[in-house]
């Protein structure tokens, strides 16, 4: 268990500049997860904290030691790779004990490390085998043993599950948040995939072109983000945006006018604002509904999807060529070209200034 600790910390491949001086506090014991566009930097930036790139400027520490200058091996990491990076000619247990030899074990002293965590993991009955002779998941526990039985201080984790299907990442995702909990170790861990962004984070880093747009806890994020950026990002599907102008501001919201004449309030603190100012009105897919009349966006239907669970309708935004789409309950009806009335709470929007930084919400945690 460490802390980890940015400052200022930049990274330049050439006179191309990746990282722009990157800040942040990671606590002993704590889940962070970097998401971010494709490009933006989490792996440079995982790969900076792992010493497999150097820094090109600031500092970074690890347990309160600056490791800027020490190699991989000195810092008391582990990685897992989405690749997995297995040893091809070595059989599950000596990939799994690897580390330890390197630092010196003898194979008395690692034969218990890594049967226990063989054990934890539910490999036993694949120690003997070639990684050639395992499935994906298989694999990758194989990889994510191999870190844990080196004891490291931080695990450094770049999107492990990506090649799993879907019910596999799911029991993979359970088995890291009760890694976490039993090991009690730092980990960060980047992804593309929204859900286990939210379930496995204490917080989450929001990453755009090398800079951070946003920390906090993945409720703070998802209801309170700082800008537009942030709102669009995570969520899926994502928030639906429509410009507007602000047309009057009030003590319980600031009333909008959107392309069309049409009228709707948002419970945001309008302070600041003037009336005519233009701002982005957002509002969630699941928070929509088909209403007759009220706090509504006017739409035309374009395409029903059905989940089983749930319909996504999209629809054509007023004034715009953007698409809205709104979860509704499964087995909607609704015909391709209908006019439909979109309602939401007020205290369900959001309101962002032409800049896109975020209004504050009144009551962002409102049912
Ligand atoms: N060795 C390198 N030399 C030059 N540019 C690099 C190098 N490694 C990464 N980059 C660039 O740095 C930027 C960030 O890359 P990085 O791999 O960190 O992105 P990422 O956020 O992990 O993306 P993805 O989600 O696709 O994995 C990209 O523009 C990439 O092309
Ligand atoms: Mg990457």
Redesign the pocket.
Known sequence: MAAVNLRNVQ?R??D?T??HGIDLDIAEGEFVV?V????????????TIAGL?DITDGELKIDGIRVNELPPVKRGISMVF?SYALYPHMSVFDNMAFGLKLAGMNKVEYTPHVMRVAKVLQIEHLLERKPAALSGGQRQRVAIGRAIVQKPKVFLF??PLSNLDAALRVQMRIEIARLHRELGATMIY?T?DQVEAMTLADRIVV?RA?RIEQVGSPIELYHEPANLFVAGFLGSPSMNCVQGKVAAIESIGVEIELPGKQKVRVAVDGKGAKVGDQVTLGVRPEHLHLVQEGNAIAATALALEHLGDASVLYLQAPGSDETLSARLPALTRIADGQKCLLGFKPEHGYLFRADGSAFRRLNPLAE
Do not use: I
């Open positions: 990274k491949f050439g191309v990746t990282l970097f971010g566009p494709s490009g933006c930097g989490k792996s440079t930036l995982l790969r790139e989405q770049d999107e980047v593309h990453l090398g």
